[in-house]
């Protein structure tokens, strides 16, 4: 057994859980399929376990080095291990079999009663290694490999899978390793260090020799020099072939088959964080059952992670590494054009989830897709909603792809495809710097139609922040444009969305305004679901000017005109003015019937913002019909999703409850 780890850190979880392996075994030989990346520290874990279990196994331990992923492609044949354990053994030459099959066996014979620790260390496969395990209960057997050895444990191996360190594990390498003082003194650049080491443990390893040969370099100094992506592999590489993030990560690289190197070297042009397996095949071009089976052998080798079924992820040294594979296996021109159908994917299929959630939305003409892509359908709201909610990361990972790559189409109609989505699940910021970008993008493009969009989209996104004069700008040049263009319903559209600005600077009359030419702009193109919109909101500003039955007559034709064509957001927003004009009426069930109509809805089409807001006016007018429990019960409700899009703005709702328990109390 080669000798323990020096300062070995981590793995607390892991040796609990192989340590309970031992305390109950189930019966039969004890084997540990222990895999995973290169670098993240299998051998380490199974020597330093093997160790300190030694004294459970008093008649010896066994150790080879398989030589599963050598640098220099010898793969140990099993016959060769097993002849080198009978020579541990003390079994004489010439009573050696020839033959692998008679070699196990008498290998197993002599096991048979021992108790003794076996570690088969990077193991290329399961067929590898199962001539060396024992036959008999009492033994305990470690394999390591970058393969999964998924036969192995479904022939009763315990499987372990070592991920990467946890940042607290990865301090106390650096710890270790550097000094705690040292690594004490310069928090920032020791956090850094573990950043841009992934925290894989081989890398971390490596920073820290340095550091400890150099005790005069600064941590930040260390961290300086892995900052740069393109050379950060060269820091971490030495003379010597294990010490090597690099020369590790290619032993691996090196057994893939010519299509299944070309997929992980093409992953790299992913912007992450992880990668569904319908859009690699759009990546690679391939079919989504190829590009499956190829993203399997990948996890089987750990040169991807599969974090959840179908989700992929590569960690940051390993995309330095594939990037450098890529840009050496393929021309700028076919990184280009998989980036290009990346994109493609990621864009046609947020437009068909936002049809989905929007149907009544006025569409735009998207370019076809190229060769190769295969977008995503999903079959309803419910699947559209939980795409882009598992993509909200990756699809913002994709637009800064789209706008450092200068592919200026795919940015706009991408902010363009995300807008519903961003807007219904509150995240406001990012909208806001997507519309951004789609807007510098249709600047470059001199596309007069898709820049108008990309401003209005602006000032939508400005107005929910509460940037009211940024927002009246935005929406100004996108008026102009659509003035010149000639589009009365984008021309009625901005004048919405600009009665909204006039709202939150409350000024009812102007908001009223804006909307009566919306009207009139909506009623020009024939377009019934923009004149229910203007109706409505005509409707609520005149409740919030205090004509309320002028209100209701106005929501009442626009509720007609959205019931018959379906518009679930429409109806919505509409049974919520009724609401707020019976209330003003002191018509409390009337009110109540209607904010409860426009909370289920808002529930329906995943707004979640618009839904706090109603229960918050349904609140109101339960306490005003003498509901209190109700209404405490509605507020809590409110302040739950507030609290879950990250809202601060909830102080007014918890004072409410609270005036409510205080109440109790005292009547109590």
């Not at 109950?24 to 279990?53: D, E, F, I, Q, Y």
């Not at 002849?83 to 010439?94: A, C, E, H, I, N």
Request: proline residues 4%; hydrophobic residues 45%; glycine residues 8%.
């Amino acid at each position: 057994m080669p000798a323990d780890v020096a300062g070995f850190t981590g793995r607390a979880s892991q040796l609990a859980g192989l340590n309970r392996l031992l305390d109950h075994p189930a019966g039969g030989v004890v084997v540990v399929a222990m895999s995973g990346t290169a670098g993240v520290g299998k051998t380490a874990l199974a020597v330093h376990w093997a160790h300190r279990v030694r004294d459970r196994f008093p008649d010896g331990q066994l150790y080879v080095n398989l030589r599963g992923f050598d640098p220099g492609g010898s793969v140990m044949h099993p016959a060769e291990a097993l002849r080198g354990f009978l020579d541990v053994l003390d079994v004489p030459p010439k009573r050696i079999p020839v033959g692998l099959d008679a070699q196990a066996a008498l290998y197993r014979s002599l096991l048979a009663g021992r108790r003794m620790v076996i570690v088969a260390d990077n193991a290329r496969d399961a067929d590898q290694v199962r001539p060396l395990l024992p036959g008999a209960p009492g033994c305990l057997v470690v394999v390591t490999s970058r393969d999964q050895l998924t036969s192995l444990v479904a022939g009763g191996a315990h499987p372990l899978i070592l991920d990467l360190l946890t940042p607290p594990e990865a301090q106390d390498l650096l710890g270790r390793r550097l000094g705690a003082d040292r690594v004490a003194a310069e928090p920032q650049a020791a956090e850094e260090i573990i950043t841009r080491c992934a925290r894989l443990p081989l890398a971390l390893a490596i920073v820290a020799a340095r550091g400890a040969s150099h005790p005069q370099f600064p941590l930040a100094a260390l961290a300086g020099e892995l900052r740069d992506a393109r050379a950060r592999l060269d820091a971490l590489s030495t003379g010597d072939t294990v010490a090597n993030v690099r020369a590790v990560f290619s032993w691996s690289y090196q057994t893939l088959d010519a299509d299944t190197a070309a997929v992980f070297r093409l992953l790299s042009v992913h912007p992450g964080p992880d990668i569904s397996t319908p859009a690699a095949a759009s990546l690679t071009g391939l079919s989504l059952d190829r590009a499956r089976r190829l993203l399997t052998g990948l996890a089987q080798t750990h040169l991807v992670a599969e974090n959840t079924p179908g989700r992929y992820s590569l960690h940051d040294l390993l995309r330095v590494y594939a990037t450098e594979q890529s840009r050496a296996g393929h021309t700028a021109e076919q990184r280009h054009e998989a980036a290009g159908r990346l994109l493609d994917h990621y864009l046609h299929t947020a437009s068909r989830a936002d049809t989905l959630l929007h149907p009544h939305r006025d569409p735009i003409t998207l370019a076809p897709a190229r060769h190769g892509v295969s977008p995503e359908s999903p079959a309803d709201p419910g699947q559209a909603l939980a795409w882009f909610r598992t993509e909200h990361p990756v699809l913002l990972a994709a637009m800064d792809l789209a706008v450092t790559g200068r592919y200026d189409v795919h940015t706009w109609q991408l902010a363009w495809a995300l807008a519903v989505f961003l807007h219904r699940q509150g995240h406001w910021h990012d909208w806001a710097i997507t519309q951004a970008a789609g807007q510098a993008a249709a600047e470059r493009l001199g596309d007069r139609l898709a820049l108008a969009h990309a401003r209005r989209g602006l000032g939508w996104a400005y107005t929910d922040l509460g940037r009211y004069e940024e927002a009246a700008t935005a929406l100004a040049g996108a008026l102009d444009l659509y003035r010149e263009l000639a589009d009365h319903v984008g021309q009625a559209r901005t004048h919405l969305t600009l009665g909204r600005v006039a709202e939150g600077q409350l000024r009812y009359q102007a908001a009223l305004d804006h909307n009566q030419l919306a009207l009139d702009f909506f009623r020009g193109a024939d377009h019934h679901i923009g004149q229910a919109m203007a109706l409505n909101n005509i409707g609520w500003y005149a409740a919030q000017l205090g004509h309320h039955e002028q209100a209701l007559k106005s929501c009442q034709q626009a509720l007609i005109i959205q019931q018959q064509l379906g518009d679930q957001a429409g109806q919505a927003n509409t049974w919520d003015s009724l609401g707020f004009a019976h209330h003003n009426l002191s018509r409390h069930d009337q009110a109540i019937a209607c904010y409860q109509h426009a909370a289920d809805l808002f529930r329906d089409i995943a707004d979640r913002h618009s839904e706090a807001e109603i229960l918050t006016r349904l609140g109101d007018a339960q306490l005003a019909a003498g509901q209190t429990a109700h209404a405490r019960a509605t507020w809590e409700q409110a302040v739950a999703i507030l609290d879950q899009l990250d809202n601060p703005d909830t102080g007014q709702l918890r004072e409410r409850i609270q005036q409510i328990d205080q109440h109790q109390r005292r009547l109590t």
